[in-house]
Structure formats: structure tokens, C-alpha cells
Nanobody
Framework: QVQLVESGGGLVQAGESLRLACATS????????IGWHHQAPGKPRELVAG???????YYATSVKGRFTISRDNAKNTVYLQMNSLKPEDTGVYYC??????????WGQGTQVTVSS
């Protein structure tokens, strides 16, 4: 049963922006923290941004100042605004909750490709 669905990826040039969306169920959105994880080609997934159900945020050093995570309460959706994209931001982006990460349960993700 898919409970988090990612969208918004694409092909952009370095310096451009993308906004990813993570649509989820009302219960997950209300009760759980949600993170965005980046998997570069040939590398393990890395948590790059997270937001608690109270709105506290976390950013990896590599994206701090460029990416912004936010929540839309009306749409049960978590967004990742990605600005000043770099080629090293290329990869598949997944949204997930800590429990599902621990259980190694992942969705399809959304592909982001940044050309130089």
C-alpha cells in the first residue's frame, strides 16, 4: 500500500530550480516527520531535508541555503523547493517517514537530473 507519492522531478540546467512534492495520507501527514532522501547514482540514500509534524526542519550541509522543505496542511503534502541546483544534486529523490526508512520501505521516487 503506497502511502507517500513523490513527484516534480525533471531535467534542468545547473543554477535552475525545481519543486518536488510528496503527497501522503492525512494520518501520516498529521502524526509523523517526513524527510527527503537523495540517492545519487551508485551511492546510498542520504537524508537531505526533514520536517517534523510541528514544523521543525533539518537540512544536510550540502543543501543548506539552497533547499527549503515545507508543509501544506490543506493538501497533506510536503514540498522540497530546490534552488541553485548543481550537477551533484542529480539522482532519485524519495520522501519517507523514519519508521518506513527503518523498515526499508520506499516508494518510486522522482528523478532529478541537473546538467552542467
Amino acid at each position: 500500500q503506497v502511502q507517500l507519492v513523490e513527484s516534480g522531478g525533471g531535467l534542468v540546467q545547473a543554477g535552475e530550480s525545481l519543486r518536488l512534492a510528496c503527497a501522503t495520507s492525512r494520518s501520516i501527514f498529521r502524526d509523523e516527520s517526513i524527510g527527503w532522501h537523495h540517492q545519487a547514482p551508485g551511492k546510498p540514500r542520504e537524508l537531505v531535508a526533514g520536517i517534523t509534524n510541528g514544523g521543525s526542519t533539518y537540512y544536510a550541509t550540502s543543501v543548506k541555503g539552497r533547499f527549503t522543505i515545507s508543509r501544506d496542511n490543506a493538501k497533506n503534502t510536503v514540498y522540497l523547493q530546490m534552488n541553485s541546483l548543481k550537477p551533484e544534486d542529480t539522482g532519485v529523490y524519495y520522501c519517507n517517514t523514519p519508521d518506513r526508512v527503518a523498515g526499508d520501505a520506499w516508494g518510486q521516487g522522482t528523478q532529478v537530473t541537473v546538467s552542467s
